[in-house]
């Protein structure tokens, strides 16, 4: 028999004899994940020496309650809506696996196969049994019994009815590592909530010690290959073995999930901070994984098993999200990414500023100006990612453009190198179009691709396929007034680079030069999107598109070619919640490519005050070359000329 088949045996086995357990008397075997030995439990260990089991397990369960008594947990006692309603559904078994549903029923015998919906999500995340904290909060709220035995009696239940090996469907489901991590993670928090109440028994404290170490030793054994999930497991076993350090392998946990981040920090992290998903949600997250398994680590005294320059990369990563961030807290929806929101990251900032107090950035946003110092520079890349962000400000008044173009990303990254988002006074004219949902069936993930569409996002196309290749090189970046300067290239497609020129004017104005480079042909377009409340005007004579905002805030998005370019509208979509869109403005400049000719497009980005676009004409001067990157322009704005002389490449 194999080692999994053993385990499985071996679970199934544990799993019905603790489906009774509280009928019955504990034995020497209930205890034999525990570290007798561990200070504070001599009295468990005096009444297991002499045999008396049932006597061992009052003594470790009044020991455990004395500690959970002292943690910060039990002693808020507020209950807000949201976990009331979680956990008084719970109680007839209607649950809320992934935010983006409602509640679906699980039935009076609870079917923890059941999948009412094919997004693969839902059923993930039903095994990651958030509503147990609810239960949890419920109980250490009201003191009401029936939310304690509630969540013991499903903690029985679920383990009845997932054993690991039960099929090769529901392992792939109820035993992934991430949803085994997810499990281990929450358990403590559940397991201080509710060890109090009168059901929480001797016999089911050992039921859950005893469940806990299983899948707390399952998740190192099956870390997954790479990525966030892997970043999520091993600090989650890390945390598994400071929040019970009574558990015999506590020590193995802690020292494996150790040694993982202190790997994948310098595999994941590149050297200007980013992760290399290049995702900002998970980006941020990764922030929290690496952070608390560090704070984890010193609850056990074991801190010094990272290194320095493990700390000193986090705060990189935290500086870096305040780089591609707007003013408002929010960030580009770049790559399965999610906005966030202003409480939310004040929160983050305030808690990762605990171990970098010395750093004013970190204190300035933590504060929202009030402590600290905002960074000494604006526009900012960071090259190994490819975000490269030009900014005129820090406060709300600002002009930010976040734009991506890097190297292959992983699971969340889209085929979208060149996309932005831009943001002027407040308002986030440009939001990227997010992802709207993960995984699922065919139905689902037709769903899924549409978001990800290369047409979908500020970048250009050919044939609006998707783009083969996310791959760019940096070919000039200079932060520098009166103007900052982007260039890169991509090779997008079989036979096309596409070269993109971003000029950040005078701290007001962007100018975007675009090249299809090779002998490709087909027709090339470059894609814009619009926030949904803009009410755009398009004027196809002048190929020129702005919004009309009341507030007088407004942008105008031209195309300045003097060859035959053509506007035309687009399908336009958004998804800021998951399972939720809105119809939005999009549009798209487009011309023929028939030989091995490079062309270009020439737009022009300007914010404007008032409900009148600026009339915008531009003039080559001698000497302009796009494809040696020697550009020598002339602008008029509203009859006021200026000077564009620039070199495009290093």
């Not at 009928?23 to 561990?38: C, E, G, R, V």
């Not at 403590?188 to 030793?217: G, R």
Request: some cysteine.
């Amino acid at each position: 028999m194999n080692i999994r088949k053993k385990i499985s045996l071996c679970f199934l086995l544990t799993a019905g004899l603790f489906a009774n357990a509280q009928d019955a008397p504990l034995t020497k075997q209930s205890f034999d994940n525990i570290n007798l030995a561990y200070p504070g439990l001599e009295k468990v260990n005096k009444q297991f020496l002499l045999g008396q089991y049932d006597n061992a397990g009052k003594e470790l369960l009044s020991y455990y309650r004395n500690k959970a008594n002292k943690s910060e947990i039990i002693k808020n006692k507020t209950l807000n809506s949201g976990d009331k309603e979680s956990a008084d559904n719970a109680l007839v078994h209607k649950f809320k696996p992934q935010k983006g549903y409602g509640f679906f029923d699980y039935g009076k015998d609870i079917n923890w196969q059941f999948w009412p919906v094919k997004d693969n999500e839902v059923r993930w995340q039903l095994h990651r049994v958030k509503w147990w904290q609810s239960l949890g909060k419920a109980f250490n709220s009201t003191g009401d019994e029936k939310y304690a035995k509630e969540f013991i009696f499903e903690f029985g239940d679920w383990a009845k009815k997932n054993p690991l090996g039960l099929s090769k469907d529901n392992d792939s489901f109820a035993w992934r590592p991430l949803e085994v991590s997810e499990r281990v993670n929450i358990f403590p928090a559940i397991f201080d909530l509710t060890v109090n109440a009168q059901s929480f028994t001797p016999a089911f404290l050992l039921e859950f010690l005893n469940s806990f170490s299983f899948q707390a030793d399952y998740v190192p054994k099956n870390y997954s290959e790479l990525g966030n999930h892997l970043l999520f497991e091993a600090q989650r076993v890390v945390g598994a073995g400071s929040q019970f350090p009574e558990l015999k392998n506590a020590p193995a946990w802690r020292k494996s999930g150790i040694t993982v981040l202190n790997k994948e920090i310098e595999k994941q992290v590149f050297n200007d901070g980013m992760q290399w998903e290049m995702s900002p949600s998970y980006h941020i997250a990764s922030i929290g994984i690496f952070l608390n398994a560090y704070r984890a680590a010193q609850v056990s005294g074991q801190e010094k098993e990272f290194p320095s320059s493990y700390i000193a990369k986090i705060e990189k990563m935290v500086l870096a999200t305040a780089n591609f961030s707007f003013p408002d807290y929010t960030a580009p929806m770049f790559g399965d990414s999610w906005p966030g929101d202003k409480n939310g990251m004040m929160k983050n900032y305030a808690d990762w500023g605990k171990n970098f107090p010395d750093n004013q950035s970190i204190a300035y946003f933590a504060t929202d100006g009030k402590k600290g110092t905002a960074p000494d520079y604006l526009s900012k890349g960071l090259p190994n990612a490819g975000f490269y962000t030009f900014r005129n400000g820090w406060k709300s008044d600002a002009t930010v453009m976040t734009l991506k173009a890097g190297p292959p990303g992983e699971f969340h990254a889209q085929p979208d190198n060149g996309t932005f988002e831009l943001w002027v006074k407040g308002r986030n004219f440009t939001p990227d179009a997010g992802c709207y949902l993960y995984s699922g069936d065919a139905e689902i993930m037709k769903k899924r691709d549409w978001f990800r569409q290369t047409r979908v996002h500020s970048t250009l196309t050919l044939d609006n396929k998707n783009m083969v290749i996310t791959k760019a090189t940096q070919n000039k970046w200079e932060a520098s007034k009166p103007m900052d300067v982007l260039t890169y290239t991509n090779p997008s497609y079989t036979g096309l680079n596409h070269q993109r020129s971003v000029l950040f004017i005078n701290q007001k104005y962007f100018l975007i030069i675009d090249q299809a480079i090779g002998k490709a042909t087909g027709t090339l377009g470059t894609h814009f999107q619009l926030k949904e409340d803009s009410k755009p005007v398009f004027d196809k004579a002048k190929n020129s598109v702005y919004t009309t905002y009341a507030d007088g805030n407004n942008l105008l998005i031209q195309n300045l070619n003097s060859d035959q370019v053509s506007l035309s509208e687009e399908e336009g979509k958004v998804s800021y919640v998951y399972m939720k869109e809105i119809s939005r403005p999009a549009f798209v400049f487009e011309k023929a490519k028939s030989d091995a000719k490079t062309q270009n497009f020439v737009s022009i980005l300007y914010p404007f005050d008032g409900d009148k676009a600026p009339v915008i004409t531009v003039k080559e001067n001698e000497g302009n070359d796009f494809e040696k990157g020697n550009l020598n322009l002339t602008l008029s704005i509203d009859g006021k000329k200026s000077e564009v002389k620039v070199a495009l490449m290093k």
